[in-house]
């Protein structure tokens, strides 16, 4: 095949590729908007999977990098917790630097993967602020503070932990799967509260995206101000999760009413 064929082929496949990927960023901001018209009261467009009893919990999940709340809405479907309410925002697509500035769902920009390095001070509290307006609304609709578990995977759980601690009103638990402290060095200075909320981190001690070592250090920061840190270490497991039930069984199972 002479050589112009070839480079035309090349350009060809490229423009394809090129197509693809913006119908799927295309499709993933329709289905945010479907979602955003769907549930109301969420600030966030938001995957809720309502309370099957008298709705006396809620629970705010928050997704990993380049992933939706979707999949993570229907794990938490199962649980058989009747009283929660699971509440799974979608982050916005956004250009992440560490991924050569390819546009996906993000909370916040990531530099780097290695502690210490540049931060997305701007975006994490952007963010922050957006997840605090979703627990809002979950105590105007009724629901004690107290009663409300901030949670997420990865990113995702980065995120909850800065919510999470620069926010007055007390939460019911914090949980971070996978996750690290974001801008650990504004710590404690920027606390506001959530010092004796039970925080439970869970983490692989094969993770190749988050070592092991970044969740336990985050471990020790974290334990110098706040009182109720729970680490937990999962042999063999690598950058995911295990059974959401025996992470929210010390939040929910055993309470069930306000």
């Known amino acids: 095949m002479p050589a112009i064929y070839r480079l ?64 993570w809405s229907q794990g938490f479907s199962g649980l058989g917790i009747n009283h929660l309410k699971s509440i799974c925002p979608n982050a916005s697509v956004i250009p992440v630097t560490l991924n050569a500035g390819f546009r996906m769902p993000a909370w916040f920009d990531i530099y780097s993967l290695n502690p210490g390095q540049r ?35 990865s990113q995702g759980g980065a995120l909850a932990l800065y919510t999470a601690l620069t926010m007055e009103k007390t939460l019911g638990g914090i949980l971070a799967l996978s996750s690290w402290l974001p801008l650990h060095k504004e710590f404690p200075k920027c606390v506001k509260g959530n010092r004796d909320t039970p925080i439970l981190q869970c983490h692989g001690d094969a ?52």
């Open 119 to 153: 931060e997305d001070d701007e975006g994490i509290k952007s963010s922050a602020i957006e997840i605090r307006k979703l627990v809002e609304e979950e105590i105007k609709s009724g629901i004690p503070s107290d009663r409300i578990v901030l949670g997420g995977f």
């Open 207 to 258: 993770d190749p995206v988050v070592p092991c070592e970044f969740g336990e250090m985050s471990k020790g920061v974290l334990t110098s101000f706040c009182s109720k840190v729970e680490f937990k270490k999962y042999s063999g497991m690598a950058h995911s999760s295990s059974d959401q039930v025996s992470f929210l069984s010390p939040f929910f199972v055993n309470s069930q009413s306000t």
């Open 8 to 71: 035309l082929l090349v350009c060809y496949y490229i423009i394809l590729l090129l197509g693809f990927s913006f119908f799927l960023i295309l499709f993933y901001n329709f289905s945010l908007l479907f979602c955003s018209l769907g549930n109301e009261m969420s600030v966030l467009p938001s995957v809720i999977v309502n309370a099957t009893s008298k709705h006396t919990a809620s629970l705010i999940f928050l997704h990993g990098l380049g992933d939706t709340g979707h999949g």
